[in-house]
């Protein structure tokens, strides 16, 4: 079974699809095989890594009659057909063989609301038993059919029942934050929000009906790899770097204090042995990261991760040069840690 890891957060704009892509490369790059699933409406993963300008390039993937992306694969489960969930079609990514993408849509958005009445009514009606199992149901089948090794799940800023099945169906999850005010307030809304949604899958995985299911709602007791935190503005101004240390230290002592004993009471931590065994401390980020700068534009441009951009795709010659390649190799390091990290971390539990 492929391995599935949600990158969630409800605060907008804290990297997570920029860390989906850009930690799925790296993935990659070190051999395994990763499903990108991009979960979110607003299709911004499926935008970066295919390079749409506008919903009508999206036509040859909305329009070609096969299952080619996150809606079309569930519409068999959610419009109530009478043919199977089957595997998507995945995009491949180019310059990168190991990777693959379940396109997002639009009309997923429109699934939220069936969703969560399945989800609140918990099998009572046989019309919607099939809903809470049919999402990680068609993960699975195409990470069978491609040969995945990783499932990476890019989530909308949101608290929604799409979020909500997709957190408690992953095998583990990352939580990205920004250096803010906000992020600081989302260690406290993750610490009440997640323990409800465990409580609600230790139910949903005992009830009969939901099993018995086409699509079983699966029996997973997802866990808590770690944050990352990016000090960037996305506003255009100059922030002292002292700013961003005062945030960071705060939404550690909010990890530490908030969530971390929510996510305790909750069984969603892993042993403390494995956060030692990859030598994260209590409340410490798995990965941090500076602002990628003018890196990030050349990234999307070029449909390639911050560390993988060429010379010619850089564009300058010279010292500048030297000094890009040199940021360039920074990331590339905090990301291959990073993803050595998640590794030993998704091993270790299936060695304990
Ligand atoms: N380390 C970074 N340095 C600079 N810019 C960044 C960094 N990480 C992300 N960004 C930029 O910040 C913006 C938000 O990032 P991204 O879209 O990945 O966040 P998100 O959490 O997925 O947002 P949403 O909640 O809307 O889905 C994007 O424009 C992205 O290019
Ligand atoms: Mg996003």
Same mark, same amino acid.
């Given at each position: 079974?492929?391995?599935?890891? /949600?990158?969630?957060?409800?605060? *907008? ?7 989906? +892509?850009?930690? %799925? ?12 699933? @991009? ?7 499926? %935008?970066?890594? &295919? ?20 809606? @079309? ?26 990777? +693959? ?37 068609? +993960? ?13 799940? @890019?989530?909308?800023?949101?608290? *929604? ?11 583990? +999850? ?8 906000? /992020? ?56 002292? /770097? ?36 990859? *030598? ?6 798995? &990965? ?10 050349? /990234? ?14 850089? %564009?300058?010659? *010279? ?25 030993? &971390? ?7």
């Amino acid at each position: 079974m492929a391995i599935q890891i /949600s990158l969630f957060n409800h605060k *907008g704009g804290v990297s997570k699809t920029t860390t989906a +892509f850009n930690l %799925g490369w790296m993935l990659a790059e070190k051999g395994k095989r990763v499903l990108l699933a @991009d979960c979110d409406p607003q299709c911004n993963l499926t %935008g970066m890594v &295919l390079g749409y300008k506008g919903t009508e390039d999206l036509a040859r993937i909305y329009e070609s009659g096969s299952v080619r992306n996150i809606r @079309d694969g569930l519409a068999p489960a959610f419009e109530s057909r009478p043919a199977p969930i089957e595997p998507v079609d995945c995009e491949p990514i180019a310059g990168q063989p190991n990777m +693959f993408l379940i396109p997002g849509h639009i009309g997923l958005a429109e699934y939220e609301v069936t969703l969560g009445i399945a989800q609140e009514l918990a099998g009572s009606l046989v019309t919607l038993q099939n809903l809470p199992g049919s999402i990680s149901h068609l +993960f699975q089948i195409t990470a069978t059919k491609y040969n995945i090794d990783y499932i990476l799940v @890019d989530m909308s800023p949101s608290l *929604g029942s799409i979020n909500q099945n997709l957190l408690m169906t992953s095998d583990f +999850f990352l939580v990205p934050m920004a250096t803010d005010y906000f /992020s600081v307030m989302a260690t406290v809304s993750l610490a009440s929000v997640l323990p409800k949604w465990k409580a609600w899958s230790q139910k949903a995985q005992n009830i009969a009906e939901l099993q018995r299911a086409t699509y079983p709602f699966p029996k997973i007791n997802p866990k808590f790899l770690g944050t990352v935190i990016q000090k960037y503005r996305l506003r255009k101004e100059n922030t002292p /770097s002292g700013a961003f240390q005062e945030w960071i230290a705060e939404i550690e002592e909010g990890v530490k204090n908030k969530l971390i004993p929510a996510l305790s009471a909750s069984d969603m931590l892993m042993s403390h042995g494995a956060y030692k065994s990859i *030598g994260i401390e209590i409340g410490k980020p798995l &990965l941090q990261m500076s602002d990628f700068n003018g890196l990030i534009a050349l /990234s999307q441009k070029h449909k390639v991760p911050v560390f993988g951009l060429s010379d010619s795709q850089i %564009g300058q010659t *010279g010292v500048v040069l030297e000094r890009t390649k040199k940021s360039m190799n920074k990331f590339r390091d905090l990301f291959s840690a990073a993803a050595d990290k998640v590794i030993q &971390l998704t091993n270790y539990a299936d060695s304990n």
